[in-house]
């Protein structure tokens, strides 16, 4: 059913009662594999997601000479990228514009030449201002096409400096590239953010990762000082992804009884792990201990809308706006506008759906106003996005009648998606 080209999601009428279990984070495991093939010594990786994201990360880090051996959710990697080595390679990364970009940073770091290249909805995806900061550190980058997007052949120069100001204004994952590439350059470097960051939690997540591999990192505002010396390998447990998470707490706050996730506690590295303190403000009841979220909803309590500055959690816009749906009183989603250019127009895209199936929705130039509606039920376009994919059958749970083209979308990042949701 998961290959189907439509696949139907009709009303949940029970109230819920369920443990699930989610993958691990593919944002965590993809920095960890980084580090660990930049590392000397060998890292074994437990907890690893079996997406596609991730698989692209662990072929894109072969294809560079790393040796990686992995059995269910174990990956080890016996040996690092080979940084000397001089013939060309090209990696297909897919969609996933995490491998992308960390690897735009990692072929900086490599004699020979690398083509970078992915599907067409990746080519779109904006890259100048990470290409940009590459070429001030001495890096080659030769476009294939237009300048500032994929594919681009990409190899090591001479470095030039050892300083490297970044806007803030694009994406993390450009930060985070340049974070990951500098404990291997000989001087280090000195990364600052230009104006207001985004997605704040993500750097500090690409900060504590590398300092489990060894890497000596400093931190202020919007300031990161990184030393040379490398990584050193070691043992790593990726935990639950907190993005996958929220779709089964969401799914509690919207049919109503309660939805525990397991291994995903107060303590959690991801920002997004706080996205059930959302559902609180909405009204349910949340509750947090060092090794699981807990969230309930008494179906007789009344959901309310709320107004939130969502930058700092924007892949989950798609998951809120979907409970807002269901709210007694309007929700503002702010803070938004750069998620234009992620898989989708997850914005603009994101609110004509709505309004297709009868959502009273207006797009914003930072954001989304959702109001409460009564969903006339009918097909939603994905638009290649599982995150989209994921937060509609939110809404055909909540009220039936929704029909999700391609479906297999969701095998970007948690492959079981439809059986979590069947076992609801």
Known sequence: MNNAIVRRIEKIDHQLNAVVHVPGSKSIANRALVCAALAHGESELTGVPDGDDTEAM????????????RSDDKVLVRSGIDLERKEAATINARLAGTTARFLSGVCGLVQGPTLITGEPSLLSRPMNDLHQAILSLGANVE?????????????????????????????????????????VLTDGLAVSIVGEVISQPYIDMTTKVMRSFGARVSEGISNMNVAPGGYRGTSFRVEPDASSSSYPLAASAIVGGSVEIQGLGKDSMQGDAKFAELLSR?????????????????????????????????????TLAAVAVYASSPTVIRGVGFIRSKESNRIDDLASELRNIGVNTTATTDGLIVNPSDVRGGSVDTHHDHRMAMAFSLIGIGSGG???????????????????????
Do not use: H
Not at 59 to 66: P, S, T
Not at 402 to 424: E, R, T, Y
């Open 58 to 69: 662990i072929e894109g880090l072969k294809v560079l000479g790393a040796r990686i051996e």
């Open 402 to 424: 929704i029909d999700i083209l391609n479906p297999s979308v969701v095998s970007k990042s948690w492959p079981g998606f439809w059986s979590m949701i069947d076992g609801l």
């Open 282 to 318: 909405m009204g349910c009841d949340v509750q947090y201990t060092s090794t699981s979220i807990a969230v309930r909803r008494d179906k007789n309590k009344e959901l309310l809308g709320i107004d939130v500055d969502m930058r700092d959690m924007s892949d989950l816009v798609p």
């Open 143 to 183: 476009w294939q096409g237009e300048k500032g997007f994929l594919p681009a052949i990409i190899s090591r120069g001479k470095t030039t400096q050892t300083t490297v100001a970044l806007p803030a204004s694009i994406s993390s994952q450009f930060s985070t590239a340049l974070l990951l590439m500098a404990p």
